[in-house]
């Protein structure tokens, strides 16, 4: 089975809807309707991987040495109406907000009214006294320790707000100050709070000033489902909560989002990749902020009492001042997500960033963005290995010249010639998933032999070879693999289930 983690708890899709079709046919024609120039290899895979994940429709901004050198637009904005993409349409950000409250920070920290490493009770009085310690910086890293205001995803809306916000203060904490990272929406609710008080209006309009007006961003703004937004994209899923689990269905279904007004640092803007991308060559070129230290500080993650850092995921391992990072010896970068929709990649060293809107929550463009980034930067190319650990990328180049069915002697070889040689099971079984994401069914075949092969004792080797015999339609090899996985683990009631049906 596929271990890996992420941010939101989608697992990949492989089922198919009825009519879904007829829409896949929109998106050749709606890229052509609404591009400047013809598709190119990276329009091919974007329609690719949106027939792949079903999102309906998608937005592309591409900032490559200080311009925009690619916006493109693909499939459609309103299903229901058969209304395509278009330059125009809004989408929204969700969480992809907190980096501009990020940004808002920094400019109270150029004027002087705010410092990070200050607590909070200096600048919000009546607080509990629990909370008092907290530092800003905690607040923007989500290391703060303080109960959620939306336990659980529970739902906080304008007739509510002040109920939940009196109801937070009553709870303890989750944790001690520093000890932890735990993605919480109370912290920015704090952030809007000190906004408000030292900017001396209302968080969303210091925004609007200081960087919409300043950007020139005329269809980015605030609000929610209720909001009537003029070319906004509707909002889509395919799964829903049943008795309380999370649960997938075949049918897309409509998102309805609320964000009170007290929770707006938190999520609730809209916008086009067209106007994300100027304001992030806005924020480089110095026109939001003007101290050089600014922009590496407010891109720092934070750090947890013990010194490390911590973040959504294997990939997103970290959390600066609103802005998720990915920390890693090659291309890092700094990566807002939001909604499990959209998401921002800027690698700084690079010069390149890449904007994704999509209208679909689930779609988790964070885990294409840097095949995209491939298209750019030749080294980052899926196909060359980049992401998979050292010496797994230096197995797959020698076995993309000896033919991937070569794998377990290979390793046999590299074994006797180096007993110290090692190929983690876990990395093993994620180098696998990758290269069936990357349509290469028969090298993944191989690769969870080999994994197999090195750990005859694993349960969960076995359950993904039987899964992949099973997409390669062989049933007899799949039901022969789920049977050995359950023999190892008699808890694993997927292959169980397999088995049964």
């Known amino acids: 089975m596929n271990t890996q983690t ?6 990949k899709l492989t089922a198919c809807i009825r009519g879904w079709a007829l829409l896949l046919l929109f998106f050749s024609s709606a890229f052509q309707a609404s591009a400047a120039t013809p598709a190119d290899s990276l329009d091919l895979f974007l329609t690719s991987k949106m027939r792949q994940l079903r999102i309906p429709g998608l937005q592309l901004a591409v900032i490559r040495h200080g311009q925009v050198v690619k916006s493109a637009q693909y499939g459609l904005a309103n299903v229901q109406d058969s209304v395509p993409v278009s330059r125009h349409t809004r989408f929204s950000i969700n969480s992809i ?22 607590p909070v009770s ?31 995803d529970e739902m906080v809306t304008e007739g ?7 109801k937070v203060q009553t709870q303890p904490m989750d944790f001690p100050i520093g000890e932890k990272f735990a993605y919480n929406q109370t912290n920015y609710l704090l952030l809007g709070k000190i906004i408000d008080q030292l900017s001396g209006q209302p968080f969303g309009r210091f925004i609007q000033e200081r960087q919409l007006n300043v950007v020139g961003m005329p269809r980015t703004t605030s609000g929610d489902a209720h909001n009537v937004l003029p070319n906004g994209a509707r909002s889509y899923t395919f799964y829903h909560f049943a008795n309380g689990q999370m649960s997938r269905s075949s049918q897309l279904r409509n998102v309805f989002e609320t964000f009170p007004p007290s929770l707006r640092t938190a999520a609730g803007m809209s916008t086009t990749a067209e106007e994300l991308a100027q304001w992030l060559l806005a924020l480089q070129q110095g026109k939001l902020l003007r101290d050089p230290g600014s922009i590496p500080t407010m891109w720092t993650p934070g750090r947890l009492n013990n010194g490390t850092q911590r973040g959504f995921s294997k990939q997103l391992n970290g959390y600066a001042l609103g802005w998720p990072t990915i920390s890693r010896p090659e291309h890092p970068a700094v ?21 994704v809107l999509t209208n679909l929550q689930g779609a988790n463009p ?90 005859p004792q694993s349960a969960n080797a076995y359950d993904s070879l039987g899964e992949m015999y099973d997409a390669l339609g ?11 996985s359950l023999e190892l683990n008699p808890q694993n009631t997927g292959a169980a289930k397999y088995l049964k049906q």
């Open 335 to 355: 990566a807002p997500v939001g909604g499990g929709r959209s998401a921002v990649f800027l690698y700084p060293k690079d010069d390149l960033a890449i904007v």
């Open 160 to 166: 509510n707000e002040n109920a939940a916000w009196a």
């Open 97 to 118: 907000t907190k980096a501009f409250v990020g940004v808002a920070v920094m400019q109270l920290v150029e004027a002087g009214k705010l410092e990070l490493t200050a």
């Open 6 to 11: 992420h941010p939101l708890p989608f697992p």
């Open 474 to 484: 062989n049933k007899p090899l799949a039901r022969q693999n789920y049977k050995r």
């Open 366 to 455: 964070d885990t294409f963005v840097d095949e995209i980034a491939g298209y750019y930067l030749p080294d980052m190319k899926a196909s060359s290995g980049f992401g998979l650990p050292p010496t797994i990328r230096a197995l797959q180049a020698e076995l993309r010249k000896r033919g991937f069915d070569q794998a377990q002697a290979f390793t046999k070889k590299e074994k006797k010639k180096n007993p110290a040689y090692q190929l983690p099971e876990d990395e093993v079984n994620a180098w696998g998933y990758t290269l069936l994401k990357q349509a290469q069914p028969k090298e993944a075949l191989e690769v969870f032999k080999l994994n197999v092969s090195l750990y």
């Open 122 to 152: 200096r600048y919000l009085t009546s607080l509990p006294a629990a909370w008092q310690p907290v530092t800003v910086r905690q607040l923007l890293t989500h290391t703060s320790g303080l109960p959620e205001i939306m336990p659980d």
